[in-house]
């Protein structure tokens, strides 16, 4: 993945520490790619994920689970973790714009609750995850994808 951008030298602490999970390609978007209709159970209107960004969300939770081990196995979730999230959109570098307009707080929530499926996260509720959070600029390049950072 590219490397951090310049313009956070001035950071006096780096929030880059802990336990690094990597995650390539793209990132669901929670909300924006959500579709409304019936339950056939209940007749009620639900929201929906299409049936490609349910696979990819599948994908991301077991890369996370892979990456969330050590040499005894898997580890524990944690309570109120510090967490540093980098996202990286298709875009061009010349130009700094990302080519897809992307909501990083939407690929955040997406991200919180992978890491809570996956067993990283007790819980994504403020009261099981309250630590420091904290969200990188965007890289804007030839890749896509996130990085998080859990300390």
């Known amino acids: 993945m590219p490397e951090i951008p310049s313009q956070l030298g001035h950071h006096p602490a780096d929030p880059r520490r802990g336990r690094l999970l990597e995650f390539s390609g793209r990132i669901p978007t929670k909300k924006n790619?959500?579709?409304i209709a019936p339950d056939a159970a209940t007749g009620k209107?639900?929201?929906?994920?299409?049936?490609?960004?349910?696979?990819?969300?599948?994908?991301?939770?077991q890369y996370a689970v892979?990456?969330?081990?050590?040499?005894?196995?898997?580890l524990p979730a944690l309570e109120h973790?510090?967490?540093?999230?980098?996202?990286?959109?298709?875009?061009?570098?010349?130009?700094?714009?990302?080519?897809?307009?992307?909501?990083?707080?939407?690929?955040?929530?997406?991200l919180l609750d992978v890491l809570k499926t996956?067993?990283?996260?007790?819980?994504?509720?403020?009261?099981h995850c309250n630590g420091p959070l904290v969200v990188l600029p965007a890289v804007i390049g030839p890749t896509q994808g996130a990085r998080v950072w859990i300390e």
């Open 66 to 74: 892979i990456q969330w081990r050590d040499r005894n196995g898997r």
């Open 45 to 61: 209107m639900k929201l929906w994920y299409a049936r490609e960004d349910r696979q990819r969300i599948s994908e991301l939770v």
């Open 33 to 35: 790619e959500k579709a």
């Open 81 to 110: 973790p510090a967490l540093c999230f980098e996202f990286s959109v298709l875009g061009s570098a010349e130009l700094s714009r990302p080519r897809y307009r992307k909501d990083r707080d939407n690929m955040l929530t997406t």
């Open 118 to 127: 996956a067993g990283v996260l007790v819980d994504d509720d403020i009261a």
